[in-house]
């Protein structure tokens, strides 16, 4: 595969696939960190003299109703600021229009075509990787640079299906995205994963992948609950995943040189902030009591182990971090790895809202804005739009 430095862009049709999927309200534009994002492949195709077109989508197309709220006008616009610079808003995805404007280009000049998910309204299309649409979309360019990292474990239209008929590269922001997970194939050591989160059942896939990996995985949040009940500890009205106890024993009996369970918790008899909260080891939790946190013995348990790693993965915070009382120890740990500098990948989005808030974000080595596209890498998944491009 090319890297995208490696192609003559000089007039030529280039079509980059961006992920502009950005919260948009009553027309404006809430967060437009996406679009940032995008800035350095744009920015790089503009000085290497292309004709940019881009294509991105932008929240689901069920019904009507859906066009008007997730027309990519706004984000047109925003990016015309973002870039000084002109850039056309074509309001189709297909037809006359789309291929006079592209006609007409010259060097430098910039389109953004309508939300490739319009193409869903009838028939799913660009979701269900139409060939037809593919293959229409890849005529209207000569180069392919997918930069949409949100999107590549989903086959689509504007990813797959583009890049099955044009010479494809990755943009910057999946480079990025990719140099630093791969770090995960071949891991220096200790390497440490820290899952937390809700559900055992989300993570199944995740833990089976790296516990084969890893030398320690730290586990937290509402999945150690079934954890413990594996071990036949009381966990009061805890979150329990009933059907994956047998999974939980079988990991706990296969890796149990592995795996790092809480040894204490902090208890509350509602699921809110206000009540008086308590923390107990994990033989002490009583029957009306749900686990809302890891306690400070486990948090110091974790901080020890964490010390001497190499590397570490994060997904999933370790408490209920939406309730102050419940975040501290997911913050005292994120704030541990940076004072210590440990090389720490943060992957899904839970645990990136964490590290935004506690403001650490930028001092993390490498924070995955892929939500399920980076759980699907962490579970060993081929990713459909990679391997389409390599
Ligand atoms: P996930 O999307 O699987 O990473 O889960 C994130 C969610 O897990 C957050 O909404 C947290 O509130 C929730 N969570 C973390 N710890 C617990 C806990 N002890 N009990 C219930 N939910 C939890």
Not at 50 to 58: C, E, T, W, Y
Not at 93 to 104: C, D, F, H, P, S
Not at 248 to 265: A, E, M, R, T
Request: with cysteine; glycine share 8%.
């Amino acid at each position: 595969m090319k890297k995208l430095n490696e192609f003559n862009l000089n007039n030529k049709k280039v079509i980059i696939r961006c992920d502009f999927n950005v919260p948009i309200k009553d027309g404006k534009i809430i967060d437009d960190t996406r679009i940032k994002a995008a800035l350095e492949t744009i920015n790089y195709c503009i000085k290497q003299n292309a004709k940019i077109i881009l294509l991105s989508h932008l929240g689901r197309i069920k019904e009507e109703a859906d066009l008007v709220k997730n027309d990519l006008l706004p984000v047109s616009l925003r990016l015309s600021e973002l870039l000084n610079k002109k850039v056309l808003f074509v309001n189709k995805t297909r037809g006359k229009e789309v291929t006079q404007t592209i006609a007409n280009m010259h060097p430098q000049d910039i389109i953004l075509l309508q939300n490739t998910r319009y193409e869903d309204l009838t028939g799913k299309k660009e979701s269900s990787n139409d060939e037809e649409l593919g293959k229409y979309w890849a005529s209207l360019g000569e180069i392919f640079i997918n930069d949409a990292f949100g999107t590549i474990h989903r086959a689509h239209a504007s990813n797959v299906g583009i890049a099955t008929y044009l010479p494809s590269t990755f943009g910057f922001l999946i480079e990025k995205e990719l140099t630093a997970l791969n770090n995960l194939n071949n891991p220096e050591h200790p390497f440490v994963v820290i899952l937390g989160g809700a559900k055992v059942n989300d993570k199944i896939g995740v833990i089976e992948n790296l516990v084969t990996k890893a030398d320690k995985i730290l586990i937290g949040g509402g999945m150690a609950f079934t954890f413990l009940k594996a071990q036949n500890y009381e966990i009061g009205t805890s979150l329990l995943d009933e059907a994956n106890i047998d999974f939980c024993k079988k990991i706990l009996k296969k890796y149990s040189s592995k795996i790092v369970l809480p040894i204490d918790i902090a208890v509350s008899k509602t699921f809110t902030n206000d009540e008086k909260y308590r923390t107990t080891t994990i033989e002490n939790i009583k029957n009306d009591e749900m686990g809302l946190d890891i306690g400070p013995k486990t948090t110091a348990l974790f901080e020890e182990i964490l010390s001497s790693a190499k590397l570490v993965v994060w997904n999933g915070p370790l408490g209920v971090y939406e309730f102050n009382n419940y975040r501290i120890n997911t913050d005292k740990l994120l704030n541990y790895i940076v004072n210590n500098n440990i090389k720490t990948i943060l992957a899904g989005g839970d645990i990136v809202a964490v590290a935004t808030t506690a403001g650490v974000k930028d001092k993390i080595y490498h924070v995955s804005t892929g939500g399920g596209a980076t759980l699907e890498y962490l579970e060993g998944k081929k990713l459909p739009g990679i391997e389409a491009i390599k």
